[in-house]
């Protein structure tokens, strides 16, 4: 399988790659990892006439703690967030990155490509979701930063004009006493996940603060459960609770029957993974440490 | 357009001018001759065509050549440094981690990346770290104590090196 022929440019910084992307017009493709885009350019799904690699920009791929937050570089892989000491104080990042694909996939794959590539079953666009993070973009006119509740526009589309790319993903550390925990459910290493579940809490004298529950691979985009999130508000966290915001989640879940399951199968995983999830994210918010992994089938 | 690259594959340095479309996997094969790294699915899937990339493991299939430019590869011909096999090669061996051999150079290779970051993984940890690697022979029990045995071997060596420079 080869992908269709292309005209390569490797850009030399990430101002270089916006301007040569508003040059070569909108049908020319960023290269991160490739992990998407190129089983879609084999497949031909894709075929882009111009393919601008961002692999040798130096300095674009880092994951570090400063006063604004912890910032991460867009071509940073999946493998060196799991790994990341800077990373590790907020644990549902090293849940996500940890659990994406194969140690191979994640030695590649980058945060940068996964959030514009937007997968309805992609692991990031959930996690992100719970932690409210920022999304610096930059094009030829200059820089902004969108909301990652923006940034996810629909299946497979992201709020990058055609000209722009990401650069840098800013995620804001949860107080002290929140917890968060994300789990996927998967068929085998190398595939998306059935359906996912990303949730934080914060809590206060034993009682739930602020609640966000998002389901990936459930929906167009994913889902922001806010029922689930009412059920548990203001709240002390029980079993009765958690079970009123997992039947809360399943009720907002919108699957789509296909080979990972009928949609009956994919909701009934959604109040499991939300409950487990609710266990594992009050344990973190009261200091326990936890390690979570993926569920395989 | 061509573009000119220059890989280094198991410490020599192979210069060529690719077509860009071109994966690392048919340079390997075809512009190297190093036919020991497998194609398998084409799809990212399968692990068969899984190399390292300066130390990573990497499905081969999934990387065009024009961006392993300046970087390293090794391939399963590479892996062990003399006439000798590698430990991890002697511990499949020895394990009958292969049968008909086509999963055999991934799997070593995958195993190579996860020794790397954990020298005495669990169970647990072993069958996650090649859960990128299909076989369809084995069964994976006697690949999983193939990597459990190369974990023994390669921990006794570094012990043994560390006594001798003692
Ligand atoms: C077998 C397999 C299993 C997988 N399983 C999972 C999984 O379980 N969960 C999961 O989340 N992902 C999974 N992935 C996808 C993987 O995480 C990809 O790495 C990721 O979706 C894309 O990142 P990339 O760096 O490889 O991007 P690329 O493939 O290089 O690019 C993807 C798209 O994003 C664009 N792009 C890349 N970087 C930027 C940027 N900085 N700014 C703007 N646009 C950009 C590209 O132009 C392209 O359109 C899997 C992939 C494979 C092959
Ligand atoms: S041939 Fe590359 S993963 Fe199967
Ligand atoms: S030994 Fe035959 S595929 Fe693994």
Redesign the interface.
């Known amino acids: 399988?080869?992908?269709?022929?292309?005209?390569?440019h490797?850009a030399g910084s990430l101002k270089e790659a916006a301007t040569m992307l508003s040059q070569l017009g909108p049908e020319a493709k960023l290269?991160a990892g490739?992990?998407s885009l190129?089983?879609l350019?084999?497949?031909r799904f894709a075929g882009p006439p111009h393919?601008v690699?961002l692999?040798f920009i130096p300095g674009a791929a880092y994951v570090k703690q400063d006063a604004g937050g912890l910032r991460v570089g867009a071509l940073t892989c999946h493998?060196d967030i799991e790994?990341s000491p800077a990373a590790a104080a907020i644990p549902i990042l090293h849940d996500c990155a940890a659990g994406i694909?194969?140690?191979?996939?994640r030695?590649?794959g980058t945060i940068g490509g996964s959030l514009a590539e937007a997968d309805p079953s992609g692991d990031w666009a959930p996690v992100l979701l719970t932690l409210n993070a920022d999304v610096r973009c930059l094009g030829p006119k200059g820089e902004r930063t969108v909301p990652i509740s923006k940034f996810v526009v629909d299946a497979y589309t992201s709020a990058l004009g055609e000209d722009e790319l990401i650069i840098e993903v800013l995620i804001q550390a949860p107080p002290k006493s929140s917890g968060g925990a994300y789990i996927a459910f998967k068929r085998?290493?190398?595939?998306y996940a059935s359906a996912s579940a990303a949730v934080r809490l914060a809590m206060e004298d034993g009682v739930c603060r602020d609640a966000a529950i998002v389901l990936g691979a459930v929906g167009l985009t994913p889902v922001r459960a806010l029922e689930a999130e009412a059920a548990l508000r203001n709240n002390q966290v029980t079993a009765k609770t958690m079970e009123a915001a997992a039947e809360a989640a399943r009720a907002a879940a919108d699957p789509q029957p296909d080979m990972r399951g009928s949609a009956e199968y994919k909701r009934q995983l959604v109040t499991a993974l939300v409950k487990r999830g609710l266990e594992v994210a009050l344990k973190r918010a009261r200091g326990e440490k936890v390690e979570l992994?993926h569920i395989y089938a | 357009m061509k573009k000119n690259v220059r890989i280094v594959i198991n410490g020599a340095e192979h210069r060529a001018e690719v077509e860009p479309r071109l994966l690392l996997v048919h340079f390997l094969r075809e512009v190297a001759g190093l036919t020991g790294t497998h194609i398998g699915c084409e799809t990212s899937l399968c692990g068969a065509c899984t190399v390292l990339l300066d130390g990573m493991a990497v499905k081969s299939c999934t990387v065009l050549a024009v961006q392993a430019d300046g970087r390293s590869i090794t391939t399963i011909e590479g892996l062990a440094a003399s006439e000798n096999l590698h430990p991890i090669q002697e511990a499949f061996w020895e394990e009958h981690g292969l049968q008909c051999g086509y999963c055999t150079p991934g799997m070593i290779l995958c195993a190579h990346d996860l020794l790397q970051q954990n020298a005495s993984p669990s169970e647990q940890e072993i069958r996650d770290g090649i859960g990128g690697n299909l076989c369809r022979c084995t069964g994976y029990q006697h690949i999983v104590n193939a990597v459990k045995a190369a974990s023994r071997k390669m921990n006794q060596r570094q012990r043994a090196a560390a006594r001798a420079a003692d």
């Open positions: 399988m080869f992908p269709r022929a292309f005209h390569y490797r290269l490739g992990q190129i089983p350019m084999k497949l393919l690699d692999n493998a790994d694909a194969d140690v191979q996939i030695n590649r085998s290493a190398p595939v992994s």
